[in-house]
């Protein structure tokens, strides 16, 4: 990130952002792939946000609230295995596949090697579920339900969104997705209408899914020439050791983001699952869009941090304080219509869950705080930094939940939340005020080389 201009970086700099936007506007109009790209991202996440939306308040209508706890925990077991199952191959894969593009001999290699491990990894999951369904109660309670949910990590293993993504195709996966989620919402209101369809709520997700991956595979096989053939332990050893700090990664996000539904199991019935999920499920609806948001910004951030560090600054501030007083004010009004809100999705007042939302409702806040100094660390090359502290939030958020847990339910689930959002953006400050001279220094540095 903190690469030096050559001769005169800041007469360079100066003349940076128009020909940077000029470069960005040729680049589009004779790369019509690129922007196709960029459409078709747009559309997976709007497709990832809009269905789940959409059969969200239908689940907890039909089935209950009690059911929906059920799947939700179902969901967050699942959501391991998946990560498992991935072992990050969306991130080391498809670097390989992009230096190898124009290579069909080692994109069906890597092809090989890369599924034949996923489905050994798949092999790996559906045997921690059958553990899991032996010898944890709650988990044996629901085997047949979590079983089929099985279909989902396949879904997962059968999907190459990293060869797309690597050949910058991901129109091919964002058709795919859409028309996965599209079976998903007809199988759902076709077959789930009473409470105990429940059951079936998972393996529906999954196999929505696998017939959309199978779909990927069969386009990737007759559209560029893929083989398809079994790779040798020794390959499936090599990606496993190439995708491991991917993996790694990957796993404590998961952990992170769905530890609190895990912990909860172990200390409250299904009924007070559905109520936190309920509610945390609104919230993350905000935390969607700031992500999205914080992704948007930051390439602009990145550029400037390559000029001066008061631009940097003068660049966040303009941007993020508007959006922080915005979600300040939309959390306000959630708060004053929590119970609402609540009875609009639930269709009923639920009043255990309206309070955990009048709780919850602060993290939105919290995060958008975070933007700015999470912004400027990654924008300067300080991922260490920012890996160790996600990481000690991880493990001070497990010990936290638990004994909070323990103590209030899911009240406590709630708090905690709340808690470790506001450690990780105080962290965050800190470590960008430790941080500020050395930031500072650069930008005095390249001014008077500037001036030399």
Known sequence: MLTQFSNNPMKKSRILP?????????????????????????????????IPLMTFPYLVRIVGMEKFGIISYGLTILTYLIAVADYGFNLSATRLVSIHRNDSKKLSELFANVMTTKLILFGLSVTIMGILCLTVERVQAQSIAYMLGLLCVLGNVLMPVWFFQGIEQMKVITYANLVAKIIQLGLLFIYVKHEDD?????????????????????????????????????????????????????????????????????????????????????????????????????????????????????????VTLPLIVLTGLSCCIVYAFSGEIIKLIAGHQVDKAAYLLRILVVVPFVVALNIPPYQILLAYDYKKVYSALFNGSALVNVILCTALVSIWGVVGAAVCMVIIQTFITLSLYIVLAFKLKHLVEITDLRESKANI
């Open 18 to 50: 128009m020909s940077m936007f000029q470069r960005i506007q040729n680049s589009l109009q004779s790369n019509t792939n690129l922007v196709k790209n960029f459409v078709a991202l747009g559309i997976l996440q709007a497709t990832n946000f809009l």
């Open 198 to 318: 429940y059951i079936f709520v998972l393996g529906l997700y999954g196999f929505a899914n696998v017939v959309s991956g199978l779909y990927s595979i069969r386009l990737a096989v007759t559209k560029y020439q893929i083989h398809i053939h079994f790779s040798n332990l020794y390959k499936v050893w090599e990606q496993l050791k190439n995708g491991w700090y991917f993996f790694s990664s990957t796993l404590t996000i998961s952990i992170a983001n769905t530890a609190t539904v895990i912990i909860l199991g172990y200390f409250v019935s299904n009924t007070e699952i559905g109520y936190y999920s309920l509610a945390e499920k609104i919230v993350f609806v905000a935390w969607m869009i700031l992500g999205s948001y914080s992704q948007a910004i930051y390439p602009t951030i990145c550029k400037l941090a390559q000029q001066s560090f008061n631009e940097v600054y003068k660049f966040v501030k303009k």
